[in-house]
Nanobody
């Protein structure tokens, strides 16, 4: 299977952005997904997780209250809605199929005025 992210771009501090991750090649509805991010010179860090049960989610401390992970099983897509973006959110964001070595290519999020 594979994952393709999109939706990154340039946004001002305090702005919003929604990332998408389209999956293919495996049974989407039974899979759990995660968003990770990696800033230059830093390790890749977990941002959010959504389990096959739509209501079960998990967030990092920095994402909680500002980011929302969701999924659309019909479209086989995972989303990450990001609000009140800060300069420290600037990174390449990756979609990951939990418990598998399946990663997307990443999408760049730049937060600058």
């Amino acid at each position: 299977g594979h994952l393709v992210e999109s939706g990154g771009g340039l946004v001002q501090p305090g702005g919003s952005l929604t990332l998408s991750c389209v999956a293919a090649g495996f049974t989407f509805s039974g899979a759990a997904f995660q968003w990770f991010r990696q800033a230059p010179g830093k390790e890749r860090e977990h941002v959010a997780t959504i389990y096959s049960t739509h209501t079960l989610t998990d967030y990092s401390a920095s994402a909680k209250g500002r980011f929302t992970i969701s999924r659309d099983n019909r479209k086989e897509t995972v989303y990450l809605q990001m609000t009140n973006l800060k300069s420290e959110d600037m990174a390449v964001y990756y979609c990951h199929r939990m418990n598998y070595e399946t990663w997307g290519q990443g999408t760049q999020v730049t937060v600058a005025s």
